[in-house]
């Protein structure tokens, strides 16, 4: 340690005796028991003093607080960064990347109205800013009818023309394979149009109207003495949406112990299959109908 010390003071002096040669010359005259000394720079100054450059030493006081907080010890490195680079994976570049890009997302300001719901609502109540702009309405699609297909050699001049006659509205008419598919405005232009088909005698084909399908059952055991009229009120009182009863047939006309009944193909209509009797009668089978081909279902 004191050679080493020795080493950074012979170099320190070296160093001052190139920069100020002058104030040097006049110490030495004044104290001529002091020798001249003449150092060589550009070697070392002891065995144990690295060459460097005396400029790019440190020059501050051997042993002062400036040295020992200049210099941070190892341990302290190793606290701050643990010993370890950190090191950023694909997935952290994009995510760096992608928060330097995208600007902080800014909240909407609430409209007159929406401020006002909000503070009218209870404090547990979370109340959700409108979508869309101020005072527009919510897109809405008009549900039509179910189309019709004209199947007829007329031309469809003479069928428009019969349709602005009667006043039937439609919204498209375009040829299709099946024949003219027209679509009705209006559930009623739909019922006006396939009555004018009818009444004109053309070919066409459409399907029911959803207001107007219906679920149809059979019941089985009920004796053929029982009145429909009873059957019925009965169905109703039990809430359901029955529509019509018939009595079932054989070929011959002598009626079966089985009604036919059609219903509103509704929630309630479907719970026809749940009833546990009819006009206190008990074991009866309630399925949806066969095949007419069948000759156990025929009906009047």
Not at 69 to 92: H, M, R, Y
Not at 113 to 141: E, H, M, N, Q
Not at 194 to 215: D, F, G, I, N, V
Not at 267 to 290: D, H, M, W, Y
Request: aromatic share 6%; hydrophobic share 35%; with cysteine.
């Amino acid at each position: 340690m004191g050679d080493h010390n020795s080493g950074r003071l012979e170099a320190l002096l070296a160093f001052f005796i190139k920069k100020f040669p002058d104030a040097y010359r006049e110490f030495t005259e004044v104290n001529p028991e002091i020798k001249p000394t003449n150092f060589d720079t550009d070697s070392p100054a002891s065995p144990d003093c690295p060459k460097s450059n005396p400029c790019d030493m440190d020059c501050s006081p051997i042993g002062s607080e400036a040295e020992t907080d200049s210099t941070p010890s190892s341990s302290d490195a190793e606290e701050e960064n643990d010993g370890f680079k950190p090191v950023l994976t694909k997935s952290g570049k994009r995510k760096a990347a992608k928060s330097l890009k995208a600007p902080p997302p800014t909240k909407k300001p609430l409209t007159p109205a929406a401020a006002g719901a909000a503070a009218r609502a209870p404090a547990d109540t979370p109340v959700s800013a409108p979508t869309g702009l101020p005072g527009s309405a919510p897109k809405t699609f008009t549900k039509y009818p179910p189309p019709l297909y004209i199947r007829t050699n007329k031309s469809w001049n003479s069928i428009s023309s019969l349709l602005n006659d009667k006043k039937i509205k439609y919204v498209s008419a375009r040829n299709a394979q099946a024949g003219i598919k027209v679509t009705a405005a209006t559930p009623n232009d739909h019922r006006a149009l396939s009555a004018m088909l009818r009444l004109q005698k053309l070919e066409y084909h459409t399907y029911a109207l959803p207001e107007e399908r219906r679920l149809t059952v059979v019941i089985k055991g009920l004796p053929a003495e029982i009145p429909i009229d009873e059957i019925k009120e009965d169905l109703k009182s039990q809430n359901l949406p029955v529509l019509e009863v018939h009595r079932m047939h054989k070929p011959n006309k002598k009626p079966f112990d089985m009604v036919l009944v059609p219903l509103s193909l509704t929630r309630e209509g479907k719970e026809i299959f749940n009833i546990a009797s009819v006009c206190q009668l008990f074991g009866l089978t309630i399925e949806p109908p066969l095949n007419r081909l069948a000759p156990g279902q025929c009906h009047s």
